[in-house]
């Protein structure tokens, strides 16, 4: 079939390239002229496993292109895909969809015969209906249905989620735009993929209530290591006890500094904004929200602790600054917090990340960034593990404790057994475990 992307951001690219490895035809299109410069040129703008090989064997085959004007592409398309980002709105947390709506505008004019406009960006509940009356009102002749297909990609994961999905959310009553769905999906079948198709409403929501559930799944866990901490008890055993119970499962019981990315904090964000208009106040995941923002903000005081409650004039090490490994994502990361935190208490970071230094440094004040792990333990009073990159979990340990001006260790992620830590001659604070 042949696809129209809109949008070659995290969710653009992915689902672009996955869609041409599917073997559909399929040209992403961006208003960035630098980004679609970068694409042609095989540079992939973000950092995703996988992602880069994938793209270029598909440009290679010739299913998969680029481009700044979208106009040939749209008009060709069996789909078009609207992956455009829906960033909070500065002042009250509603999601923006200028962008959305922008994009609704650009394919309204150009559509011909029948044609599936696909919402692939995560946006509130009713704006399909709004998408349907921008493309309606400028063009009331057109054949087109419009479809919500919400994302549920991991960011390191992305490319394995898409292409072996817990399920394919659909939302259309329209039987010809469910067919057309139903073949660009059909390489799923293989692994039987629940495709469940419900109303657009409906789609809609799931993604936003999915999300939300999870996040609060990540602040229940962070709440009961702050209790486990109180009265003794071992979270991840916690985690481990409550797990095991099928009706809960295992997954996002891992205790840390607090969830962020691009798509929780803006995400449970939207859904309380959204649920307060339609007067049906959520509030399990108003709640969710203001603990996991104090929460990351509290993460510098558990490094003062370790140093007994003074950090000035001692230096920091912060290993890890992307909200979770395998991306280069600085969005709503715990760092964010952490790192300016601490240098309003006195202290001096020094840092490292294997991806994220580059976006880390445009909006991090005052950090001295290092070229690896070791390097930024360098002289260092504490060293804090902020994210779980794989390098970061087998340090050696004997020489970190060479290179520190006194062996202190917070692991805000559970990455080390207390006891072998200690056994090293370390003081070692951790999330949740005595």
């Given at each position: 079939m042949?696809?129209?992307?809109?949008?070659?951001?995290?969710?653009?690219?992915?689902?672009?390239?996955c869609?041409?490895?599917?073997?559909?035809?399929?040209?992403?299109?961006?208003?960035?002229?630098?980004?679609?410069?970068?694409?042609?040129?095989?540079?992939?703008?973000?950092?995703?496993?996988?992602?880069?090989?994938?793209?270029?064997?598909?440009?290679?085959?010739?299913?998969?292109?680029?481009?700044?004007?979208?106009?040939?592409?749209?008009?060709?398309?069996?789909?078009?895909?609207?992956?455009?980002?829906?960033?909070?709105?500065?002042?009250?947390?509603?999601?923006?969809?200028?962008?959305?709506?922008?994009?609704?505008?650009?394919?309204?004019?150009?559509?011909?015969?029948?044609?599936?406009?696909?919402?692939?960006?995560?946006?509130?509940?009713?704006?399909?209906?709004?998408?349907?009356?921008?493309?309606?009102?400028?063009?009331?002749?057109?054949?087109?249905?419009?479809?919500?297909?919400?994302?549920?990609?991991?960011?390191?994961?992305a490319?394995?989620?898409?292409?072996?999905?817990?399920?394919?959310?659909?939302?259309?009553?329209?039987?010809?735009?469910?067919?057309?769905?139903?073949?660009?999906y059909?390489?799923?079948?293989?692994?039987?993929?629940?495709?469940?198709?419900?109303?657009?409403?409906?789609?809609?929501?799931?993604?936003?209530?999915?999300?939300?559930?999870?996040?609060?799944?990540?602040?229940?866990?962070?709440?009961?290591?702050?209790?486990?901490?109180?009265?003794?008890?071992?979270?991840?055993?916690?985690?481990?006890?409550?797990?095991?119970?099928?009706?809960?499962?295992?997954?996002?019981?891992?205790?840390?500094?607090?969830?962020?990315?691009?798509?929780?904090?803006?995400?449970?964000?939207?859904?309380?904004?959204?649920?307060?208009?339609?007067?049906?106040?959520?509030r399990?995941?108003?709640?969710?929200?203001?603990?996991?923002?104090?929460?990351?903000?509290?993460?510098?005081?558990?490094?003062a602790?370790?140093?007994?409650?003074?950090?000035?004039?001692?230096?920091?090490?912060?290993?890890?600054?992307?909200?979770?490994?395998?991306t280069?994502?600085?969005?709503?990361?715990?760092?964010?917090?952490?790192?300016?935190?601490?240098?309003?208490?006195?202290?001096?970071?020094?840092a490292?990340?294997?991806?994220?230094?580059?976006e880390?440094?445009?909006?991090?004040?005052?950090?001295?960034?290092?070229?690896?792990?070791?390097?930024?333990?360098?002289?260092a009073?504490?060293?804090?593990?902020?994210?779980?990159?794989?390098?970061?979990?087998?340090?050696d340990?004997?020489?970190?404790?060479?290179?520190?001006?006194?062996?202190?260790?917070?692991?805000?992620?559970?990455?080390?057994?207390?006891?072998?830590?200690?056994?090293?001659?370390?003081?070692?604070?951790?999330?949740?475990?005595?």
């Open positions: 042949r696809v129209a992307m809109i949008g070659t951001g995290y969710v653009g690219l992915v689902s672009g390239a869609f041409a490895d599917f073997g559909h035809e399929v040209v992403c299109v961006d208003k960035d002229p630098s980004k679609i410069e970068r694409l042609e040129r095989g540079e992939i703008p973000i950092f995703e496993p996988g992602l880069d090989d994938l793209v270029a064997a598909n440009v290679r085959d010739g299913r998969l292109s680029f481009a700044l004007d979208g106009a040939a592409a749209i008009r060709a398309a069996d789909a078009v895909f609207i992956a455009v980002g829906t960033p909070s709105r500065r002042g009250d947390g509603h999601a923006d969809l200028s962008y959305v709506h922008a994009a609704a505008e650009e394919i309204a004019g150009l559509i011909e015969g029948f044609t599936v406009v696909v919402t692939k960006s995560t946006v509130p509940v009713g704006t399909g209906d709004e998408i349907e009356r921008i493309i309606r009102a400028r063009r009331p002749d057109a054949d087109f249905a419009v479809v919500s297909n919400p994302e549920f990609l991991r960011e390191g994961a490319i394995e989620d898409f292409k072996r999905p817990d399920r394919v959310v659909v939302g259309t009553e329209d039987a010809r735009a469910q067919a057309v769905m139903r073949e660009l059909r390489p799923l079948n293989l692994n039987e993929t629940p495709i469940l198709f419900t109303g657009r409403r409906t789609s809609e929501l799931i993604k936003y209530a999915a999300n939300a559930f999870l996040a609060m799944k990540i602040t229940f866990i962070n709440e009961m290591a702050d209790l486990c901490e109180a009265v003794g008890a071992d979270v991840q055993q916690v985690a481990r006890g409550i797990g095991l119970d099928k009706r809960i499962g295992a997954k996002f019981l891992h205790a840390g500094p607090g969830y962020g990315g691009s798509c929780f904090p803006k995400d449970t964000l939207a859904l309380v904004r959204t649920a307060a208009d339609a007067g049906a106040p959520v399990l995941i108003e709640t969710t929200v203001q603990i996991n923002d104090a929460r990351k903000k509290a993460m510098a005081g558990k490094v602790a370790a140093l007994e409650g003074d950090l000035a004039g001692r230096t920091v090490a912060l290993l890890g600054l992307t909200f979770k490994p395998n280069d994502d600085m969005r709503d990361a715990p760092s964010l917090d952490v790192a300016p935190a601490l240098i309003a208490r006195g202290a001096t970071v020094q490292f990340d294997p991806e994220g230094m580059d880390a440094a445009k909006l991090l004040d005052g950090v001295q960034f290092r070229d690896g792990p070791y390097e930024a333990v360098e002289g009073d504490v060293v804090v593990i902020l994210t779980e990159w794989d390098q970061f979990r087998a340090l340990l004997d020489r970190v404790k060479l290179l520190m001006r006194q062996p202190v260790m917070v692991d805000l992620r559970n990455v080390y057994r207390p006891e072998e830590v200690r056994a090293r001659g370390f003081r070692y604070a951790s999330i949740g475990r005595a």
